[in-house]
């Protein structure tokens, strides 16, 4: 079983920042993916930022040169750092981590967090 536990919500004015972390526990064997998702209201889920085995990143277009998807594999954390924030990234945020038990794979949701922008 996998528990995963973010952190990092809050209230921020246009052209803030916030830090989202997730953290995994549990039997982890390996780690292949680490994501970041949100959802607004009336609106259906959608992708962040994504990084990948390698290091590989994906960004929204929306995101692109104020988000940043990062992760410290130690840990079993994955961070998104927000800059530039703007009333549209309002939404509630959810980490999504793939990877391996040593029996068979998983993938994982947080509870998610909300990010409110508004002055």
């Known amino acids: 079983q996998v528990q995963l536990v973010e952190s990092g919500g809050g209230l921020v004015q246009p052209g803030g920042s916030l830090r989202l972390s997730c953290a995994a526990s549990?039997?982890?064997?390996?780690?292949?993916?680490m994501g970041w998702y949100r959802q607004a209201p009336g609106k259906q889920r959608e992708l962040v930022a994504s990084?990948?085995?390698?290091?590989?990143?994906n960004y929204a277009d929306s995101v692109k040169g104020r988000f940043t998807i990062s992760e410290d594999n130690a840990k079993k954390t994955v961070y998104l750092q927000m800059n530039s924030l703007k009333p549209e990234d309002t939404a509630v945020y959810y980490c999504?981590?793939?990877?391996?038990?040593?029996?068979?794979?998983?993938?994982?949701w947080g509870q998610g967090t909300q990010v409110t922008v508004s002055s």
């Open positions: 999504n981590i793939k990877g391996t038990f040593r029996t068979g794979g998983f993938t994982a």
């Open positions: 549990g039997s982890i064997f390996s780690i292949y993916y």
């Open positions: 990084i990948s085995s390698g290091g590989m990143t």
